[in-house]
């Protein structure tokens, strides 16, 4: 089938896929304890789609041009059994990267059973190399030393390089991160500095509390001197960059002072099974209902292609032209 195109010419490259709204961090700027708290309702199983399912819509999306399958959560490794997903996953025609994004704390247990069932690398979240922030920032109380044993389980599957994502928010831990860039030089990992995000409507956001890509290039540079990396792919969202003396590299992603949207080509599958066109979307197209009515590949393919070609999302840029306003789904429902 011939690779769809949305309203703005952008094809349609990557799937994201959350196989759980649930995750045992309460990081402030995600899932704050204050809205999911003990009472909170997760969705019930049954509402999930299954292995099969997934398996379905991701054949589908690769049938459309899609080469690459990030999976998310949530937590995705709180979903009992994923190495079984992966290994579905990863025999998919044109699938050249699968991924994973965690936050790191399961990942030490899970990382060779991972790498064996065919993933090719993970992301791991890491807001801060300073245990008493880093431990703020969870609101459960999580050490740093769990998630770099985590780190460094998945380098040793050959889950490497790691990507280390870091949301940087002012007052809470822009002031570690020359200490969180350093402590991975020359590790072959790669730091990832994510601008603060007004993702969802639960975490409080303020433009106040955005630390820019420039400050946070500036801070870094000021100790380590950096210089710029072309991109690796079109589309890549972090601007790439090396030290200057060969010690490694670090990508800051821009997604409120330098929007990118114009290179988007990420499609979102959540957990129960509809299709978000974009991260800050308020709404979602339901494939489950289309699944579970017994649709054949042929059927869920073009209803990614009427989902995709109807798409117009540039939320981050019509946020910087001071004109967004409205409701947005949590990232903790569909994955960052």
């Given at each position: 089938?011939?690779?769809?195109t949305?309203t703005?010419?952008?094809?349609l ?8 709204d649930r995750c045992?961090?309460?990081c402030t ?8 708290g003990?009472?909170?309702k997760?969705l019930?199983?049954?509402?999930l789609?299954?292995f099969?399912e ?5 054949t ?9 399958i ?7 490794l ?6 079984d997903?992966v ?9 050249e990267?699968l991924t994973m994004?965690?936050?790191g704390?399961i990942?030490?247990r ?10 090719s ?7 801060s ?7 703020e ?7 740093v030393?769990g998630v770099l044993?985590g780190i460094?389980a998945a380098?040793?599957a ?10 940087v ?13 350093g402590?991975?030089?020359?590790t072959g ?11 969802g409507?639960t ?7 955005v630390v820019?890509?420039?400050?946070i290039?500036?801070a870094?540079?000021a100790?380590f001197?950096?210089?710029?990396v072309?991109?690796a ?6 601007t790439?960059?090396?030290?200057v ?5 670090i990508g ?9 949207c114009?290179d988007c080509t990420?499609?979102?599958l ?9 991260l ?6 339901d ?7 017994g649709a054949?590949?042929?059927s869920i393919?073009?209803?990614l292609?009427?989902i ?7 939320y981050?840029?019509q946020r910087?032209?001071g004109?967004a ?8 429902y569909?994955g960052?």
């Amino acid at each position: 089938m011939p690779q769809p195109t949305d309203t703005l010419q952008r094809p349609l490259r990557d799937l994201r896929i959350s196989v759980t709204d649930r995750c045992n961090f309460r990081c402030t700027y995600c899932m704050p304890k204050g809205v999911f708290g003990r009472d909170y309702k997760f969705l019930p199983r049954d509402q999930l789609l299954t292995f099969e399912e997934i398996t379905l819509v991701a054949t589908a999306a690769a049938r459309l041009g899609v080469n690459k399958i990030r999976i998310t959560g949530g937590e995705p490794l709180m979903r009992a059994g994923l190495p079984d997903l992966v290994s579905m996953l990863a025999p998919i025609d044109g699938i050249e990267d699968l991924t994973m994004t965690t936050n790191g704390s399961i990942l030490a247990r899970k990382a060779e059973e991972l790498a064996e069932a065919g993933l090719s690398r993970v992301s791991v979240s890491l807001d801060s190399i300073d245990d008493a922030t880093f431990r703020e920032m969870n609101d459960v109380d999580f050490g740093v030393a769990g998630v770099l044993e985590g780190i460094e389980a998945a380098a040793a599957a050959g889950l490497g390089p790691v990507k280390i994502n870091a949301v940087v928010k002012r007052g809470l831990n822009d002031h570690g991160i020359v200490e969180l860039a350093g402590h991975f030089r020359n590790t072959g990992h790669i730091v990832r500095f994510i601008e603060y995000m007004d993702v969802g409507t639960t975490n409080g956001w303020r433009l106040d509390d955005v630390v820019s890509a420039d400050e946070i290039h500036r801070a870094i540079s000021a100790e380590f001197p950096l210089e710029p990396v072309e991109a690796a792919y079109h589309g890549e969202v972090a601007t790439r960059y090396r030290y200057v003396d060969g010690s490694g590299e670090i990508g800051i992603i821009a997604s409120v002072t330098a929007p990118f949207c114009g290179d988007c080509t990420r499609l979102r599958l959540s957990a129960e099974g509809s299709a978000y066109t974009c991260l800050f979307a308020s709404a979602g197209s339901d494939l489950r209902a289309l699944i579970r009515s017994g649709a054949d590949d042929d059927s869920i393919a073009k209803a990614l292609t009427t989902i995709w070609e109807g798409r117009s999302d540039r939320y981050s840029e019509q946020r910087a032209e001071g004109t967004a306003g409205w409701e947005r789904i949590e990232m903790s429902y569909i994955g960052g």
